[in-house]
């Protein structure tokens, strides 16, 4: 893998991050310049636009239309008895987990009050810069990314369907996460790229795994724009993607 890394330097030289953004920013950056009229959310391609809901002035506010996929909640209420407010909206997932790209690092434990994560982005610059890497977050429906938490990638034995016609199983005894056929080379192409940008650690089981969804589902014409636009703001590519938009 070492040895495919530097080819990849090689040939597509890192570009210095034109606006070094932390996680709150990415995510106003994301709706704003990237993802304002891209049509569909990432796990279960259901229709979302970003509206102000109550009318309060609140642009950031979005909202999703669980018509358009099929998406029904596995939770439409709360343990506490109100409307699941995850399972109508979209957020902003980690496709590699904060865990993932920040658990090698010091600053992951705990400090006082803090998270091991808030540690990190409190006081460690570089995983706030990992964190805030827009080529690692996507639109997923809200109740699908608390679902997955930070549940790896693999393959799940029957694929159970709890969430009406969405294609995304979580099977909780193995804490493996199943998506759609359609988005797995994304997702292979976001932990190549984390991988070579910030570390994150992937088993060589797990890395031979994304090496052939990469082959199996090539990249489309949507990643090309989603990469393109990502650049313009952040000053960077995804190689793994970018080589392709080329051709």
């Known amino acids: 893998m070492k040895g495919?890394?530097?080819?990849?330097?090689?040939?597509?030289?890192?570009?210095?991050?034109a606006e070094p953004l932390k996680f709150n920013s990415a995510k106003t950056k994301l709706r704003t310049d990237v993802y304002y009229d891209v049509p569909d959310t990432f796990y279960c391609?259901?229709?979302?636009?970003?509206?102000d809901n109550d009318n309060d002035g609140n642009k950031d506010e979005n909202?999703?239309?669980?018509t358009s996929c099929g998406y029904t909640p596995r939770k439409p209420i709360t343990s506490s008895g109100n409307p699941n407010k995850?399972?109508?909206r979209i957020e902003w997932e980690h496709v590699v987990p904060a865990e993932q790209f920040g658990g090698h690092r010091d600053c992951w434990k705990k400090n006082g009050s803090l998270s091991a994560r808030d540690?990190?982005?409190r006081n460690d610059s570089v995983f706030a810069l990992a964190e805030g890497d827009m080529h690692n977050l996507t639109a997923a429906v809200g109740e699908l990314n608390g679902d997955r938490s930070n549940r790896r990638f693999g393959q799940v034995q029957g694929e159970p369907r709890v969430y009406g016609s969405c294609d995304f199983e979580i099977n909780y005894d193995t804490d493996l996460v199943e998506p759609k056929d359609s988005v797995k080379g994304d997702i292979a192409r976001i932990y190549l790229y984390m991988m070579l940008h910030h570390e994150a650690q992937v088993s060589p089981k797990k890395l031979a795994m994304f090496n052939e969804w990469d082959v199996l589902?090539?990249?489309s014409p949507r990643e090309c724009v989603i990469d393109e636009r990502i650049s313009k703001v952040q000053g960077n590519h995804n190689p793994f993607v970018?080589?392709?938009c080329l051709k």
């Open 217 to 219: 589902d090539p990249v």
């Open 45 to 51: 391609s259901c229709q979302f636009a970003f509206t």
């Open 86 to 88: 995850r399972a109508v």
């Open 242 to 244: 970018w080589e392709h």
């Open 4 to 17: 495919f890394i530097l080819l990849v330097l090689i040939s597509f030289p890192l570009i210095s991050i």
């Open 63 to 66: 909202t999703i239309y669980p």
């Open 119 to 121: 540690n990190c982005r």
